[in-house]
């Protein structure tokens, strides 16, 4: 549905997107992850034409819209603010679109009825958006993106304005609304855990460049590159020749990742298991996150339940997968 073609893009003498190649499918949602300085919203902005000056194409339907106008492009933003008109009402804010492609004022009606239900929000016709909490005002920016039936939908950091608690509660509701209308979109966030949720597929990006494009549980479950798993908390890295000292390494990678899903402390005598000491515990509520120390120079990271009592200092047995011990580039 989408192609973005050998994107490059700079400011001035610096290189923002490098030779980006992308395709989102019809009905896909597609996220944009990574940190801030990343290139995500720039791409985000290019594909809806609020940026101009790259080198590159965007085709959308088999046709280039590089020269089509922003109103044009029948595409649907929503950003981190909302972008609310505070002086109109619920209704008259998801009618705004509506009104701007001269739909008549009966369809207006049915339209705004129809995405009301959608978003949870029958009865709010009337409300001043002043009025609304910030989860309210999000599902009211989601509508009147949804009420013109874009083609394509994009979304910059929706949730970011709004707390954890809100944001976790309303990203599932974000996918679900996304999925029912069967929209093709462009979701951009910075947290991991939101595009876990959210996507249908994930791009990590860095410093312009597209690093991993994956499903969300290919990704976690297996990074390519050592950025990609540093990015998504995975700190267990080690040279070939460093971790092989403590286990047999079934691949040619020189940069070996031990996923800390695939660590265990050894609850009865294990002639593979690795001696180690507790050297750090952090309280995460329903887990402890913690560290252990195999040599002066290797430390593991990884999690135990939160019932479990392996104190700092104390001694422990580890048992670690072989497959989750994973070659990066």
Partial sequence: ML????????????????????????????????????GKSTLLRIVAGLESGYQGSVIVANESVDKVPVHQRDFGLMFQEF?????????????FGLRMHNVSKQEQAATVKQVLELV???????RAVTQLSGGERQRVALARSLAPEPRLLMLDEPLGSLDAALRDNLVLQLRDIIKKTGLTSIY??????????????IAVMNSGKIEQIDTPQQLYRQPKTAFVARFLGFNNIFSREKIAKFLDIDTDAELILIHPDGIQIAENDDPNAIDATIIERVFRGDHYEMLAKLSDDVSLQFDISSFQDNKINSKVSLIIFSNYVIGLT
Avoid at 188 to 201: F, G, L, N, P, S
Wanted: proline share 1%.
């Fill in 83 to 95: 972008a609310l008109f505070p002086h109109m009402t619920v209704e008259q804010n998801i009618a």
């Fill in 120 to 126: 949870d929000l029958v009865g709010f016709e009337k």
């Fill in 188 to 201: 951009v966030t910075h947290d991991q855990q939101e595009a876990y949720a959210i996507a249908d597929r």
């Fill in 3 to 38: 192609q973005v073609k050998n994107i490059v893009h700079q400011y001035e003498q610096s290189i923002v997107l490098n030779g980006i190649d992308l395709d989102v499918e019809k009905g896909e949602i597609l996220c944009l992850l990574g940190a801030s300085g990343s």
